[in-house]
């Protein structure tokens, strides 16, 4: 079984509704796709953090599609880790849990 490696490639603060975060880009060998990191504050300044594992989800993410609640999940969980000060929303790009946009529209 080949080595799985994760790679940070690229980082940049990025203003939101909810206050300035930190985007950082991960590139992995496992599936060759590009997953993203939301944070704020010093993740290692507590023992424990407000993480929330999202998986990508054009329509409700971007489009506002009322079909799901997964953009208001994101927004929340936005808003949670501002609040708090410190925490990360990893977005895994596998749209659709997965199956893909196309499947998904099917």
């Not at 080595?3 to 603060?13: H, Q, Y």
């Amino acid at each position: 079984m080949p080595k799985l490696s994760v790679t940070r490639e690229a980082s940049a603060s990025i203003p939101t509704e909810h206050g300035t975060f930190q985007l950082t880009y991960f590139s992995n060998s496992a599936d060759q796709k590009e997953h993203l990191a939301f944070t704020m504050g010093d993740l290692a300044s507590q023992d424990a953090v407000l993480v929330r594992v999202h998986s990508e989800c054009f329509t409700g993410d971007v489009m506002g599609s009322r079909r799901c609640d997964c953009g208001e999940q994101l927004d929340q969980a936005l808003a949670m880790v501002a609040q708090a000060g410190v925490g990360a929303v990893l977005y895994l790009r596998q749209e659709g849990r997965g199956i893909g946009l196309l499947e998904k529209m099917k």
